[in-house]
Each structure stands twice: as C-alpha cells, then as structure tokens.
C-alpha cells in the first residue's frame, strides 16, 4: 500500500509559479511510471505531465515549455514545476504514481488533490 501526499498548491497571479510535491508513504519497490492530472470546474480529468521509468516525459501540449515533472527516488517525491501559469491553469492538480507488481499487474496511486488557483 502507498499513500501519496500532495502540497503546493495555492493562489498565484498569471505569470507566477508554483512547484507541486507528491511524497509517498514509503519507499516504492518499482515505478511503472508517474505523472500529474488536473480537473476543472465543469470538465473531464486530464493528464497533464509524465514520467516513465526509462526516464522519458511527456506533457500535454497546452503546457509544453512551462512546466517539468522531476522525481526524487530518495525522498520517495515527485514534483511539477509549473511556471508562465495562466488562468486556463486553474484545476485541481492530482499526483498519480504506478506501482509494478507480480507479473504484469500494476497498481494505481492517487494523491488527495490539491487547488490550484491562477487569478489576477
């Protein structure tokens, strides 16, 4: 079992940023691979940044050249650096992580969200 735990969010002007963490309750055994989703008021939850193991990222291209996903396997984190924030931005940024187990079993991992808010 893990549990992710979210932190960074808040109020930020346009133009700011903001670095998102994600920790997880403990050291994780083998990362299928991780990212970031975010949901709007009104809207479908999309994928916003991620990561696999072999180290390749991939963003949605409303945020290509602002924001970077970055892991620390030491301290069992991942981040989202979000800078040049727009309102569009505005959503609820959850952390998502893959675990591998036996065989070709994976197990999915949700943080508890956390508000983000891009307004002048």
């Known amino acids: 079992q893990v549990q992710l735990v979210e932190s960074g969010g808040g109020l930020v002007q346009p133009g700011g940023s903001l670095r998102l963490s994600c920790a997880a309750s403990r050291s994780i055994f083998s990362i299928y691979a991780m990212g970031w989703y975010r949901q709007a008021p009104g809207k479908q939850r999309e994928v916003v940044a991620g990561f696999s193991s072999g180290s390749s990222t991939k963003y949605t291209d409303s945020v290509k050249g602002r924001f970077t996903i970055s892991r620390d396997n030491a301290k069992n984190t991942v981040y989202l650096q979000m800078n040049s924030l727009k309102p569009e931005d505005t959503a609820v940024y959850y952390c998502?992580?893959?675990?591998?187990?036996?065989?070709?079993?994976?197990?999915?991992?949700w943080g508890q969200g956390t508000q983000v808010t891009v307004s002048s």
């Open positions: 998502n992580v893959k675990v591998a187990g036996a065989g070709d079993l994976v197990y999915d991992y």
